[in-house]
Nanobody
Framework: QVQLVESGGGLVQAGGSLRLSCAASGRTFSSKAMGWFRQATGKEREFVAAINWSGGKMLYAESVKGRFTISRDNAKNSVYLQMNSLKPEDTAVYYC????????????????????WGQGTQVTVSS
């Protein structure tokens, strides 16, 4: 498994921006598809965005498409989530996750396809 640590969460006003980072340990990071998920209080965890091992293919939830951008830097063993035009409904704990498979071309939106998870970082958007 890959060890993951998220950072970059915080409190922001509606319309603002945040950039989340996820640092991974392990030599296999560059072969893994990575995903971002979020969980609001009282709700189930939901998919936000995913990126394949090379960074050449991304997948987004409809609710964040056009506002959020996922990217990765394999040299730094990191994946990022740039969040713009934030809304109060984006308030949640955000988690990054790693796919156990190697070299997956198409990233998955299913949480069950990921087996390594970070501890999460809180994002709060005030109205």
């Amino acid at each position: 498994q890959v060890q993951l640590v998220e950072s970059g969460g915080g409190l922001v006003q509606a319309g603002g921006s945040l950039r989340l980072s996820c640092a991974a340990s392990g030599r296999t990071f560059s072969s893994k598809a990575m995903g971002w998920f979020r969980q609001a209080t009282g709700k189930e965890r939901e998919f936000v965005a995913a990126i394949n091992w090379s960074g050449g293919k991304m997948l987004y939830a409809e609710s964040v498409k056009g506002r959020f951008t996922i990217s990765r830097d394999n040299a730094k063993n990191s994946v990022y989530l740039q969040m713009n035009s934030l809304k109060p409904e984006d308030t949640a704990v955000y988690y990054c996750a790693a796919d156990p498979a190697n070299w997956r071309t198409n990233p998955s939106s299913r949480s069950g396809d990921y087996d390594s998870w970070g501890q999460g970082t809180q994002v709060t958007v005030s109205s």
